[in-house]
């Protein structure tokens, strides 16, 4: 079992920047790749971020590459996502998750076996 908690979203004005945390307790962190999505109101979750086990692999969206950048700690078991240059189409909830099989940065969120609770990120014009 692993349990995540994220952390850092909030309000920001377009162009600004935040920066999410995942912090990850439970089973050996460095056993699972993990991802960061987001859910709009009325969209489908999708996949914003994603990185295997040791940081070597990386997935972004179309829409954020150049703008966020996934890190991840694994000495101390979180999970970062920067980001940077923000629109107002990134307001939504961003949720982190985590998968075994870790050698995969996926984007499917059906792979992802363990979900934190969601930090809301509102991005104002």
Same mark, same amino acid.
């Given at each position: 079992q692993v349990q995540l908690v994220e952390s850092g #979203?909030?309000?920001v004005q377009a162009g600004g920047s935040l920066r999410l945390s995942c912090a990850?307790? #439970?089973r050996t962190f460095g056993n699972y790749a993990m991802g960061w999505f987001r859910q709009a109101p009325g969209k489908d979750r999708e996949c914003v971020a994603a990185i295997n086990w040791i940081g070597t692999i990386t997935y972004y969206v179309d829409s954020v590459k150049g703008r966020f950048t996934i890190s991840r700690d694994n000495a101390k078991n979180t999970v970062h996502l920067q980001?940077?240059?923000l629109k107002p189409n990134d307001t939504a909830v961003y949720y982190c998750a985590a998968r075994s099989g870790s050698g995969v940065a996926s984007s499917v969120p059906s792979t992802y076996g363990y979900w934190g609770q969601g930090t809301q990120v509102t991005? !104002? !014009?």
């Open positions: #979203g909030g309000l990850a307790s #439970g980001m940077n240059s991005v !104002s !014009s």
